[in-house]
Every structure is written in C-alpha cells, then in structure tokens.
C-alpha cells in the first residue's frame, strides 16, 4: 500500500520537527513529523561527499562498526550526529533504529522513520540507496530555522504519490547523490514555488542554498523531468537528470 508521508520541517539550517531531542526520538510511518536540528549535512562540503571519512561506510551496514563506527567521525560532534540522526530516519522504515557510542562512550540512538533504504541497516548502500537518501536529506535542508510542514510524495513504495488537500502548493523536487565526491545535490522548482514561499525553502533567496539547479536558476521541474505515472502526473516526478530517486514537496 503506497502513502505520502507529512514533513514537518522546523530549520535551524536544516530541517524538521521540532523535537527536543532530534536522536532519540521516534515517529510513526504513515504521517511522519521530523525533527528538529540538522544546520547543515555535517562532513559534505564542494569538494568531498558523505562517504569519505566521516566513519561512515556505504559497503557495510549501519549497524555494523564497518559501516558507522563508534566515537569518531559523525559519531563524535553534535552537528554530526543531527546528520545521522536524518540519515537514520530517512533510511531506515519506523520501528527500527541503531545505538552507536560517542567518544566518550555515551550511547545514541537513532530512530527510523521514512525507510527508504532498509538494507543499509545491516547491508551494503548501492547506488540507488544512496540517491533515494540523498533526495530524502536534500529535501530536508532548510538554512533559516522556521518550522514549516510539508508533503512528501515519490515513486519510493514506501511513500507513494498520494497528495493531501491541506498541502496544495507543489514547491520542487530534490534528487544527487551526496556520496559522490564531489556531492551532486539538486532541485527544480514545482509549479508553485514561489507561493507562500517559506524562509530557506526554494524561491526564498534560493541562491544561498547548498542545492543547485542543473537547468538553470528558477527553472521547472515540468520542464526537464519525467512526471508520475497515470494518474498521478500532477504529483510529482519519477525521473530528472537521469536520477529516478526523486522526492517532490509539497507545502501548505
């Protein structure tokens, strides 16, 4: 059964909820309330992606010391553990979470909630894991610290394509892959991009985001990608700039 999933985005520079503890808190799928507290993707800048150093390993699980190793790297700073506490949600389904050890041997955990990449659990993270993750982080970022709520929707069949009447503005889309080095992140702008533009969100100064858009500024998704299928084309987008992990947004 496909669903679209509530966003609700609370930015200190990127993102959602408004939680009072972003790591240790937990959410239901079916409507999802993110949390507060990730300023930007911590360890990601121009020149390397997500999975150079950091102590984070795409060819072993999340909950394996290969893949996500205790006390260093995003392990061992605040602002790098709000990276994986996004990480974590975007890619493991609710009901699931890991632990992992600061550098001084405190205890983390970190709670699923989108499931877009179930395997990275105890897996290697593929190409495609790591696209339909990056689209889930990039549509998180928001640089001005104002709670917003939002709807997701995608071809991700955990998500599905579904839209709600509270949330009539198709903001853009989000799609790269910020494992890459260097880390492709980007955006298009949704049809209604600039109505009732919210405070670090697409057409509110959108020049300062860390995304670009790989048609040009202020140009449309309509444009360039591929919509849903049938009948659903008014949704979202399966496909842009050869990346079929895409996510679409929609806002109130």
Known sequence: MKFSLLVSLCMTP?????????????????????????????????????????????????NTQNGLKDGVGLMSSSAGRDTLAYLVKCALPSGRSITKKDQYGQSYS?????????????????????QWISACM??????AGVHVPLWVVSSQFQIGWTLSSSYPHQEGSFFGNIFLSPP???YCNGRDYDVNVVPGRIGYNTA???????????????????????????????????????FTVWRQ
Not at 115 to 126: F, Q, Y
């Open 110 to 130: 970190f709670s699923g909630s989108l499931g877009v990449a179930p395997e990275w659990e105890t897996g290697a993270c593929g190409q495609t894991c790591q």
């Open 138 to 143: 990039v549509a998180h970022i928001n640089t």
């Open 184 to 186: 492709v992140l980007y």
């Open 14 to 62: 990127l993102v959602i909820g408004c939680l009072d503890d972003p790591e240790q808190a937990s959410e239901t799928t079916q409507e999802v309330a993110t949390q507060n507290g990730l300023p930007a993707i911590n360890g990601l800048n121009t020149q390397n992606g997500l999975n150079t150093q950091n102590g984070l390993n795409t060819q072993n699980g999340l």
């Open 208 to 246: 300062t985001k860390p995304y670009v858009n790989p048609w040009g500024y202020n140009t449309y998704c309509d444009t360039y990608c591929t919509r849903a299928d049938y009948p659903y084309g008014t949704s979202g987008y399966k496909a842009c700039a050869g990346y079929n992990s895409v």
